[in-house]
């Protein structure tokens, strides 16, 4: 008898997190290795929303909360979601949980049965299809064409749904590829989902205010609030408010599935960290404007990054409209051998020898179910983004 859970040995390590420790083993070997393959911001947590904590921590708040978050979290959040995007949730349906990780995890193991399908555009966070296998659901997923934009089409949309289909995944902008959706794009899909109404919207906005070039994404509840009443809206503070180690997530959707949810959580992990919880309710009432002053540099970091990428031999760059990704293609490299005699048979090769050989962590595209690519986090410093490219246009220089 195996000591591991069969629905374990369904599922895969993240592969972001696989090739970040790897990184980290090189560099402690003393390797020079600049790692892009990290979603993290390299911003510190703006004060204010440091001192909140201490400050909670001086006035004894270190004890359980809600489950679902403290009233004055949930409070905060109903009334972000309203300023940011003109949702009208009620703290009761709010929950914060330990990340958006745990609110995709609660969402899923609370509605999924054995066989119910969800609908994952492709490319896609590396977790997404493994929390339905978990879930017992059957990841559904659908490549989205580069030359639409990576965008899930109408069309593509309605070919994939099921009478078994629960639920539809869209993530905005995207991680890996840091497309996008504006209220245009979703007109579209929102009129295929009025056609089905047994299926759910799971939509992801965790990178929502880290928009570039005066783009303005949309959420699906925005564009039409008809689907409210069977749509998950997630977000948090980790990307947008440089807090990704204070594990705060937080959902609002309908008060039935936000219960579900919380049951869930109660018999699970229970209310996340109070000091965390406190630190939150700064973030999202105090002073917004560290946000934009991130974005800046963040869109200079994504301009040289697209520049110099382009400039390697093989590769091609689009230019991202949010997050902090780039997702070049890399198919014109593959099936080469690098100079350190590597032969580059897949995507997966090809960043395994740009590490060994150059370095540079990345994260091939079939982690994001989507091979050919490898996606690139310009999170960390210019320097390091510039010594970067140099050595990817390096290696790329010395395939044959």
Known sequence: MSLVADRLNRISPSQTIVISTRARALKAEGRNIISLSAGEPDFNTPDNIAQAAVKAIAAGQTRYTDVAGT???RKAVAERFRLDSGLDY???EVIVSTGGKQIIYNAMMATLNPGDEAIIPAPCWVSYPD???LAEGVPVVVPCKRENGFRLQADELEAAITPRTKWVFLNSPCNPTGVAYSAEDLRPLCDVLLRHPHVWIFTDDIYAKLVYDGFRPATFVEVEPRLRSRTVTMNGVSKAYAMTGWRIGFSG???????AMNKLQGQSTSNTCSIAQAAAVEALTGPQDFIQTMVDTYQGRRDMVVSM???AKGMECDVPQGAFYVFPCIEKCLGKTSAGGKLLKTDEDFVTALLEEEGV???HGSAFMYPGYMRISYATDTQSLRDACTRIQ????GLL
């Not at 959707?253 to 219960?259: D, G, R, S, Y």
């Not at 390096?394 to 220089?397: K, L, P, R």
């Open 71 to 73: 009233p004055e979290l």
């Open 253 to 259: 959707a309908p008060v039935e599935l936000t219960k």
């Open 131 to 133: 929390i339905v296998t």
């Open 90 to 92: 009620t703290p009761e």
């Open 309 to 311: 990428i382009n400039q």
């Open 394 to 397: 390096n290696f790329c220089e």
């Open 361 to 363: 962590a990345a994260v």
